[in-house]
C-alpha cells in the first residue's frame, strides 16, 4: 500500500439511514466503474483462501470508512453485484454503529419470525456481541462460502429486526414503521440478489 495514502475516519451510520447514503457521483458516469470495482472484489475474494486477505475484505470500510463504497455502489440498482456488496458492507456497518439497539430489535422480532430467525443464525441470545459477530460472519461467508447464502442471511436479519421495531418502538409512531419498512424492501434486495446470483444474472 503507498505510504502517500491519505486515511480518513470511517463514517459511522445508524439502523435507520444506513441504506440512505447518496453517492456523491452521477450514476451514469460511475456505472461501469461500480461493477468493474465490485467484480474484482468479489473475484478476488473468492479465489483467495488467505484469511487475512478475507479478515481485510470484512473489515474494510472499519478504516476506509464508507463514503468511497457509498460514491461507486451506492445508486447502483439493488439487484446488481455493486448494489448488494453496498448492502452488505452497510448492513455491516450499522449493525457496528449501534450493536445494542440492532440486537433488541432482533431479540423482539425473532419469535414472530421463527424461520427468518433460522436462516439469520444469530447465536442465543442475540445480544449486541452476537448480533456483530453475525455480521462479520455473513460477510465473511461471502468470500469463503455460498454468496447467496449470505445475501439470504442478512435478509432474514433484516426481516426480523424489521418486526422488532415495529414492537419495540410504537413512541416512534410513523418513523418506526418507516424505518421497518428500509429494512423490508432491503430483505426484499438482498434475496432478489441472492436468487439472481443462483441464476448467473447478478453482474
Sequence with gaps: MSERRQHHSPVKFSPEVFDQQEGGMDPALVAEVAHITAAAVVSRGRSIEDP????RLVEFTDTEGLDGLAALWSDAPPVSLPGALWRLYALRSSVRADPVRMSRWFTAGRSTAQVSNVVAGVADPPGAEEIQTMANTVL???WRGDFDVALERFAAFCRV???????????EGLEAVRGARKLEHTAEDLEAAA???RAGTLD
Excluded: K, T
Design 52 to 55: 487475512e486477505v478475507h479478515r
Design 140 to 142: 465473511h461467508g461471502a
Design 161 to 171: 429486526a424489521a418486526l422488532g421495531r415495529i414492537r419495540l418502538e410504537d413512541h
Design 195 to 197: 436468487r439472481a446470483w
